[in-house]
């Protein structure tokens, strides 16, 4: 059952994603009808959060079920002795899932009030406690202490220390307050910390605030599962054009046993600081993070460069992780999203920048991965036919595990074509209810199911190089 209204876009967005989704391809495949009532079930989708929280155990310092252990102990503490099942996932045996609890329907509104920005909301949705950045308005006379019903401002008309909000607000649960509305609004730089500790949420998710931080990475189920695809091997030279904040590359690194070189590159200074703190915590000594512009990767001048950093020379590696800068319109919850169209059809083209790059700096019998965390048919399907014609030499390959669903007609790839790529694909589940007597009754193979279909929107194309260029 919905709980949420569907994702709010502009109208030209709307519509030229709708146009994506119902054109010609899939309306002679499944007709008009199908294919609108498909959009529309995405959208709606879209504003909800997965039915399960993903988390990646990092093998390199452990074993899974070592791991699972020290997590169903914190989780007994978070939820009071809930007895909430954490599951490993038979195709991606370094990944825990834990089913969200929700919507918890008989949850009391409190009279005082905060408002949250929309991104913020979001975490709550997933988890996370409101942290003081986050918080945009309170109510004139909350206390530390107090009971606190918390709402997000999903179209972010609220005035930054309001003290009462009558916009487009949405109900995420209770909190209690750590600090009173005179403290949070104080103009302190220093206030950084949580700010109301949630204790009733709508969708009940485990806080992974420095939960086993060695140990444990957060990351949704298809974001995990781009690493298994790309399959490095120990001793390989691997590159990770677009690395932030890490999550994939440390991935690769923990699969590769830490042997090897993988190199990281991001052009935003402090997502380069992230990625090394990652690989730090992490304990992994392959990853080498370097701040540079991916477009610019290729070294155009055939001198030896011995130091090992950007720009490289061609086909200086056996795969490529490209986990392209894209829309993020997969990314769930997603109430809102005030993007132009020119913004969301402003990746194309760099996408396309990056990925020419990448054939260039792979060797021949490399493997390229492609992946976005979108649901555009232009940032996908359109880029892997471009991706065809533009290099004859590239071959689509099989992916290993399939967890996802073929990709999206409309692109004039053939249905073999198609069953290569991996669409994640939210629309595909309804809407379902999860309580903990629904959870004691239900199968594992079931809930597997359901975690594998019920996950943010994502995409991956898999290629190999068959000759040098």
Request: net charge neutral; hydrophobic share 40%.
């Amino acid at each position: 059952m919905s709980m949420f209204p569907k994702i709010s876009l502009r109208h030209e967005v709307e519509k030229y994603l709708k146009e994506g989704f119902v054109n010609k391809e899939v309306v002679s495949a499944f007709g008009k009808q199908e294919a609108e009532r498909k959009f529309e079930t995405l959208l709606n989708r879209l504003s909800h959060p997965p039915s399960f929280t993903t988390v990646r155990v990092n093998t390199h310092l452990a074993s899974v079920q070592h791991v699972k252990d020290l997590l169903f102990d914190e989780l007994q503490k978070q939820f009071n002795g809930l007895n909430v099942p954490i599951l490993q996932h038979p195709d991606l045996q370094d990944v825990l899932l834990i089913p969200v609890i929700g919507p918890r329907k008989n949850i009391k509104k409190q009279h005082c009030e905060a408002i949250v920005g929309a991104q913020c909301g979001n975490a709550v949705l997933r988890g996370a406690h409101v942290y003081v950045p986050g918080i945009v308005s309170a109510s004139k006379f909350m206390k530390a202490g107090d009971v606190i019903s918390v709402y997000s401002d999903i179209k972010g008309k609220c005035k930054k220390g309001a003290k009462e909000f009558d916009g487009t607000k949405v109900f995420l649960g209770n909190g209690i307050s750590e600090l009173s509305r005179k403290e949070i609004f104080s103009g302190l730089p220093e206030l950084r910390g949580i700010g109301i500790r949630m204790t009733e949420p709508i969708y009940l998710s485990p806080s992974f605030d420095n939960v086993l931080p060695s140990y444990l990475f957060l990351q949704n189920l298809p974001s995990a599962v781009v690493a298994h695809v790309l399959d490095p091997q120990p001793g390989e030279k691997i590159l990770d054009l677009c690395a932030a904040p890490g999550g994939k590359t440390t991935h690769i690194a923990a699969l590769m046993h830490d042997q090897g070189e993988v190199i990281a590159l991001d052009k935003i200074s402090n997502k380069v600081e992230k990625i090394k703190q990652n690989a730090l915590l992490l304990g992994l000594n392959s990853i080498k993070a370097f701040c540079f512009d991916g477009t610019k990767a290729l070294k155009l001048d055939m001198v030896k460069d011995a130091e090992g950093k950007p720009p490289f020379l061609p086909e200086s590696f056996d795969r490529i992780l490209l986990d392209a800068p894209c829309s993020g319109m997969g990314q769930r919850p997603n109430m809102a999203c005030s993007w132009t169209l020119k913004e969301v059809t402003s990746y194309q083209p760099l996408q396309r920048k990056l990925f020419t790059v990448a054939v260039e700096l792979l060797k021949p019998g490399g493997v390229l991965v492609y992946s976005t965390c979108t649901i555009s048919l232009a940032e996908n399907e359109e880029q892997v036919a471009w991706a065809l014609r533009t290099f004859p030499y590239l071959q689509l390959q099989p992916q290993e595990p399939q967890i996802g669903g073929e990709g999206m007609l409309g692109a004039g790839l053939s249905l073999e074509q198609l069953k290569q790529l991996q669409r994640f694909d939210p629309s595909v589940v309804p809407l379902r209810d999860t309580d903990i007597d629904a959870l004691r009754d239900a199968r594992i193979e079931d809930m597997i199911w359901l975690a594998n279909k019920d996950c943010i929107g994502f995409f991956i194309a898999k290629f190999i190089k068959c000759k040098s260029t």
